[in-house]
Structure formats: structure tokens, C-alpha cells
């Protein structure tokens, strides 16, 4: 527990899961080490370390919603997803409550905002979340790989990231070697995927803002890039392409061509609208110290992704990724709406000239591991996994037995990243929450699950 | 003035619908059971295949239901010959059971299910007014809704506009497969929409719960919860089958799949149907 804590002290929490009868926290040291495993015996409850680590705030409450383990020591514990028991919000003496949700007035998906506010000005928000609960890990017990794939394309709002961690890990547990050339096509999917929701929220920014040029130019280059992801997938969200052992489809150099030259072409005209887009002396009055977050709290939080990056901490997991070797995470020190922004074109840029990269120099062979499952019936294997997704850090871990999913347990880069909101929004203005939420980029459907 | 000449040279990019039903040649087509091929074999082992348990078999009748088939392909790439695959987007239909193919295995051939109903006149309106809620989906259905309202769609050019209040709205657009949590908004929402009013159900979680149906934690459908008047299948529901949606629903086209299939009938009209509205509105 002492060590534990010490390493949370100087790094950061990746993933806190329930195996029973034990508990693993995953930390990450310092930037290049390998995470540490801590295991911990818990049967009915454990002792909490949320107070003094923020991160691990909702993974216990978790805990205790799913696995009904009490973390001990945990002040007023409060549900994270059960609608069905009380839910106190904090209140602020003598200040007007502004509710918000879960229905928006934008077509976003659903979640509760409790304003505590002096005027126009945000003292404090409150976040519920849990409408999206679905179940999803659950629904994973028992259910064969095929079917445990699909679940993972819809546990979260990134289709190609969940399924890449739910299939690496599955990989890792059964000793599955993926081929070369299927590993490079899934880098390609899993990097149109981060172009088309980056695209996604500096379009949504720019519509915020009330530039509705740019959002429509980016708009369309969004549009014609997911237009390339089908071409490549036959899915407009690149759903069915991944199979464990490595891609469902393949591509004859024709495409391969003909999409590369397309991507050129989106890469050369999204560059110059982005750029010119925030050179605007409006955009930037506009998009400057909005929803600041100090590097401090970033720590202190564990946030992950183009969140964290927008505050100065550059970790990317694709830096660990030999395909993408020699990779720089993208940083920006502002911390604000404008660093975000900054942060999502600039990898928008970086993930370009990587697409264009693994296209050109793809290596041959086949796309799929084939021969037979190598697990006999009933044995049992477990293994996690990470991605950096669009939004930041992805965790699968599985446990496997046989050709069957027995357990799962997924962190959403949101599920890490939503804290952030409540305090970028501090002393704002109430009117600039859509754009400050929109920054942030975060799904509620990875976080509910 | 930069901005004046970009735009001036992106031109148009407002695609016709006729442009806009087709589907692309490299994305997969709905399956559609070819009676004559369906041995007991061949059925066995497409009930083992389909990821999504989409297949069923039920005494004499072997069924497939498109509201949960995520398109994978898998079935009419192994068994051509007992599948075979229906290529558009005009899926729309304003009854469940059009989207469910049903085969009479003593007979051999499909049951049908009766013409379709019409949809509710009241709502045959010039302008539709829409509120958005998302009840439990993975967000990639609204992000498709969304995208339906952008320049190569336009669905404002059909008299259709996103509001931000169910006050203001005709219909209801709903995704996903109804969280318990959501259960409560969404009617109340619902409610707080004025007479007459619509819904819409887009996409497959919407109408069967598709991957989710057998979570305690979600109804399975949003026709568990309110009269559904149209029904938009896809995984998720495309923009284009989204705006066959609506057009349906406000009697601007008509119904393409009948019993799950284009019956030769509907092919008509599935081919005049774009077109018409096409003229109509962008000529
Ligand atoms: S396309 Fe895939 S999901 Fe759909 S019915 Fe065929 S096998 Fe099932």
C-alpha cells in the first residue's frame, strides 16, 4: 500500500479493475517506463485513496456500484452510473442553481449539468452522468469473440480505438501474432479515426464561436475523409474491419494509391483552413484563456489525451509504438480552449503525414493471423491492453477462457478526463460552457458504458 | 475575401438524392434470404455465423431481421447462394415487420406481410421540426443525424430543421436503446412535444436494441417506450436512410422495403421516388 501510494504520488493512475479477490491498480512511472501492476486483497471493502488522489475518485466509486466493494475512509460516497438511489448534489450557499441536461438543445448525446452560479459567472458545476449506461461490460460475460468484438465497436464513441484494445488484448492473452501488414492497416484505420473526430470538434468550436465558414470548410474535409475510411473498410465508422489476428479487409494498390492521393489532397486543404482559421484575431479573443487548466491539476486529476497534452504533459502512447517510431507528442503549454484547439490541429497535421506514411510503405503479406485458435476449451488467460485513441488512453483488460470473454474491464479515455471539465469551467462565463465542454471532447457512451 | 473565393470555388457540394441512395461500391449491402438456397445445413450455419444472432428459426419459419444485422457481410459472403444482398439506402419503413424477412420453409417461399400502412397524415407537413434525444447510444447515431444536416446532405433543403426544444418540434428523433436512465427523459420529453407529433427511431439499437437488447439495464427498443412512427435501420442509421426517414415520415416518399425485401412493386417505386423529390426540390 505504501509503495502504491508512492508511485501515485509521482505518476499517474492508468486503470484501477476488480479480478476477484483482488484489486490491480495499473500506474504509470515516469514517461518511458513501463506501468506497474499492484495488487491488492479486497473481498467486501478496501481502504480509499481518493481523497488524496483525485484520479482514483470515480474508479472506487465505481468499485462500489459494480462489484459492491465499500471503499473505507471514502467522505459522503455518492453513485457514479445507479440512477435508482439518491443523488445529493453539492449545493453552494446562497447561490442560483442553473440545471442542465440530460436532454441538450444540440444534437450531443446525454448527461446532467448542475450549475452553481453569481450572475452569469460558474462558481461550481457538479457533472451526473450515467444515462448512457448500457451495461456494456456485462454484457461481455460469457460472449464469444465475434460477438465481444462488437460490443467493443459500440462500447465507446471511437469504434476503431475500442476495438484495436479489445482485440491487443485478446492477443496478448492467447498469443495470437498479427501479421505485419494488418498491423499497419489498423495504425491507418485507428489514425482516420482521430483525423474525423478532431475535424469533428474544431468544426463544432468554429460553430460555437460563430464562424460558420470555417465550420463548414472543415466540415467537409470531415466529411470527404470518413468518405475514405469507408472506401478502405466498407464502414463509414470503420466498424467490422477488425478481427482478433488482425483486419478483415485488404487493399489492392490501386485503392491504396488512389486513397493516399485523396488523403494529400484533404491534408493540403484542411491545413489551409485550420491555419487561417487561427491566425483570425477573432477566433483567438474567442478561444484564449477560456477554460484554463493548470498542469497541477491535469496531474492531479490523471488526465489523459489532448487534454492533458494542451497543458504541457506530453505522454502519447503512440510514442511506445515502434510503427510510428520517431514520434513527438504534440504539446501546448495554455492550458485553455485555444491550447486544445492547438493541440487537435496540430496532430490533425501529424496524423496526415503518418497516414500518408503508412500507406506508402505498406508491407505485404497477409492481413489476418489464421491457423487455430491456440487456447484450449476452458483455459484460462488474462491480459490488458492500451491505445491512444483520439481522446486519449484506451484500457482493455480481459480475461479469456477458452474462445469465450469471462470478464472485461474498460476505461474510456473520458471516463478519466470529465473531472476536468468541472474545473475549467470555474469563474466562466455561463455562455461559454458549449464551447469549453466541446474542447474537452468527451464521450459520454465510453464513460457510462 | 479569401473566404469569398474558397467558397465560390467549392462550389455546390449539395448532392441529389438519387446521388445520395446509392451505395457506395465498396460498403456491403443489407442481406436478403434467397428461400431456394436455404437447406437445413446452410441454415444451421448461418445461425452459428451472424455475429449478431440477426438469424432465427422458429418452427417452419426461418427469419432474418435486419434491425439487427450490423452488416458484416459474413452471410452472403459464404452462402451466395442462400443470401443474397440488397445494395440501397431507402430502408425506411413506418412498420417493424418491414424490416423483418420471413420464409415459410414448407412453402418455400416468403410470408407477406400486407401492404404497408401509410404514415400518419397530421404529419405530412411542408417544414418538419426535430429535437434530438440520444436514450443509450454509442453517440455515432446522433453524430449521423448531425452529419444529415451537412452540405452534401442538406436536409433543411426538404423543409427540415434541428430545434432545440421539444417545444418546438414535430418529432422526435430518438437513439439508442432506451437506458433505464434516460427512460424518464425521454418521456418527458416526449410529452413536452405539442400534438401531433412523430418519432422517429434511428438506427438498430433504437429499434430492437441490436447488440444490447439483452441488457437489464436498457428497454431494447424505443417502441418499448413510445408509438414509434418510423422506423430508420443501420449501424448506425445512415444520413441518407436517416433522410429517407423523414422524408417518409412527412409523406414526401414512400416506403421501399415491404416484408424486409424490395418487392418488384417497391423497385418502382424505389427508382421514381428520389427522382420525383429531386426534381421537386432541386430543380
Ligand atoms: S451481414 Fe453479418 S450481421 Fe448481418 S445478417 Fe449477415 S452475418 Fe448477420
Known amino acids: 500500500m505504501e509503495t502504491l501510494k508512492q508511485v501515485l504520488g509521482s505518476g499517474r493512475l492508468v486503470a484501477l479493475w476488480y479480478d476477484a479477490p483482488h484489486l490491480h491498480y495499473l500506474v504509470e512511472g515516469s514517461e518511458g517506463a513501463p506501468p506497474q501492476e499492484f495488487r491488492v486483497e479486497a473481498r467486501k471493502s478496501f481502504p480509499s485513496l481518493a481523497e488524496e488522489f483525485p484520479a482514483l475518485d470515480w474508479f472506487e466509486r465505481e468499485l462500489w456500484e459494480e462489484h459492491g466493494l465499500v471503499p473505507e475512509g471514502y467522505p459522503a460516497l455518492k453513485p457514479l452510473r445507479n440512477h435508482h438511489l439518491p443523488y445529493p448534489f453539492e449545493r453552494v450557499e446562497g447561490l442560483h442553481e442553473v440545471p442542465v441536461g440530460p436532454v441538450h438543445a444540440g444534437i450531443i448525446e446525454p448527461g446532467h449539468f448542475r450549475f452553481s452560479v453569481l450572475g452569469e459567472r460558474i462558481i461550481h458545476l457538479e457533472l451526473r452522468l450515467g444515462y448512457q449506461h448500457r451495461g456494456v461490460e456485462r454484457l461481455f460475460q460469457g460472449a464469444s469473440l465475434e460477438r465481444a468484438l462488437l460490443l467493443a465497436e459500440r462500447a465507446g464513441g471511437e469504434s476503431v480505438a475500442h476495438a484495436l484494445a479489445f482485440c491487443q488484448a485478446v492477443e496478448v492473452a492467447s498469443g495470437v501474432e498479427v501479421p505485419p501488414r494488418a498491423c499497419q492497416l489498423r495504425r491507418v484505420l485507428l489514425e482516420l479515426e482521430r483525423l474525423f473526430g478532431h475535424l469533428g470538434h474544431l468544426a463544432g468550436l468554429f460553430t460555437d464561436i460563430g464562424y460558420a465558414y470555417a465550420a463548414t470548410q472543415v466540415g467537409k474535409v470531415r466529411a470527404l475523409l470518413q468518405g475514405q475510411l469507408e472506401r478502405l473498410t466498407g464502414h463509414r465508422y470503420g466498424r467490422n474491419a477488425l478481427t482478433v489476428g488482425g483486419v478483415g479487409f485488404d487493399l489492392d494498390p490501386k485503392t491504396q494509391l488512389e486513397v493516399r492521393r485523396a488523403l494529400s489532397e484533404l491534408a493540403a486543404e484542411a491545413e489551409a483552413h485550420l491555419f487561417a482559421a487561427l491566425k483570425h484575431p477573432m477566433v483567438l479573443d474567442r478561444l484564449r484563456y477560456v477554460g484554463p487548466i493548470t498542469q497541477a491539476q491535469a496531474r492531479l486529476l490523471g488526465l489523459v489525451g489532448p487534454a492533458a497534452r494542451a497543458c504541457g504533459l506530453g505522454r502519447d502512447l503512440r510514442q511506445d509504438d515502434a510503427l510510428y517510431q520517431p514520434f513527438t507528442p504534440v504539446t501546448r503549454t495554455g492550458g485553455d480552449v485555444l491550447a486544445r484547439a492547438q493541440v487537435y490541429i496540430e496532430e490533425v497535421r501529424q496524423g496526415f503525414a503518418y497516414l500518408d506514411r503508412f500507406l506508402s510503405e505498406l508491407p505485404t503479406g497477409a492481413v489476418s493471423a489464421g491457423g487455430v485458435w491456440p487456447l484450449q476449451e476452458g483455459e484460462l488467460r488474462k491480459a490488458f491492453s492500451r491505445v491512444e485513441a483520439g481522446r486519449g488512453e484506451l484500457f482493455y483488460w480481459v480475461r479469456l477462457r477458452g474462445r469465450r470473454v469471462e470478464q472485461v474491464k474498460i476505461v474510456d479515455p473520458s471516463f478519466k478526463n470529465w473531472r476536468a471539465l468541472e474545473l475549467a469551467v470555474r469563474g466562466m462565463g455561463l455562455p461559454d460552457f458549449p464551447l469549453i465542454n466541446k474542447s474537452f471532447d468527451l464521450s459520454y457512451a465510453g464513460c457510462d458504458l | ?283
Request: with cysteine.
Open chain 2, 1 to 283: 475575401m479569401n473566404s469569398l473565393w474558397q467558397t465560390l470555388r467549392t462550389g455546390l457540394l449539395t448532392r441529389s438524392l438519387k446521388k445520395l441512395f446509392a451505395l457506395p461500391a465498396w460498403a456491403p449491402g443489407w442481406p436478403v434470404l434467397r428461400p431456394e438456397g436455404l437447406s437445413r445445413a446452410v441454415r444451421r450455419e448461418l445461425l452459428e455465423l451472424c455475429p449478431s444472432a440477426a438469424f432465427a428459426e422458429e418452427g417452419d419459419e426461418f427469419r432474418l431481421d435486419l434491425a439487427k444485422c450490423v452488416l458484416c457481410g459474413r452471410c452472403f459472403r459464404a452462402h451466395p447462394q442462400a443470401v443474397g444482398e440488397l445494395r440501397t439506402l431507402e430502408v425506411a419503413v413506418a412498420r417493424r415487420e418491414d424490416l423483418v424477412q420471413r420464409v415459410d420453409l414448407a412453402t418455400g417461399s416468403f410470408v407477406d406481410p400486407g401492404p404497408p400502412p401509410p404514415t400518419r397524415a397530421e404529419l405530412h407537413l411542408p417544414t418538419l421540426a426535430f429535437r434530438e434525444v440520444s436514450a443509450g447510444n454509442t453517440g455515432l447515431d446522433d453524430t449521423e443525424v448531425a452529419l444529415a444536416g451537412n452540405p452534401f446532405h442538406d436536409m433543411s433543403r426538404f423543409g427540415f430543421t434541428v430545434v432545440a426544444s421539444p417545444r418546438h418540434a414535430d418529432a422526435l428523433l430518438v437513439s439508442g436503446p432506451v437506458s433505464q436512465n434516460m427512460r424518464e427523459a425521454l418521456l418527458r420529453t416526449y410529452e413536452a412535444t405539442p400534438e401531433p407529433k412523430g418519432v422517429v427511431a434511428v438506427g438498430n439499437e433504437a429499434i430492437s436494441g441490436e447488440v444490447f437488447a439483452e441488457s437489464p439495464q436498457v428497454a431494447g427498443g424505443v417502441d418499448k417506450v413510445l408509438p414509434v412512427d418510423v422506423y430508420v435501420p443501420g449501424s448506425p442509421a445512415r444520413p441518407a436512410s436517416i433522410l429517407h426517414g423523414l422524408l417518409l415520415l412527412s409523406g414526401q416518399a414512400r416506403q421501399a422495403l415491404v416484408g424486409g425485401r424490395v418487392v418488384q412493386e417497391g423497385r418502382e417505386r424505389a427508382r421514381t421516388a428520389p427522382s420525383e423529390a429531386g426534381v421537386r426540390k432541386d430543380g
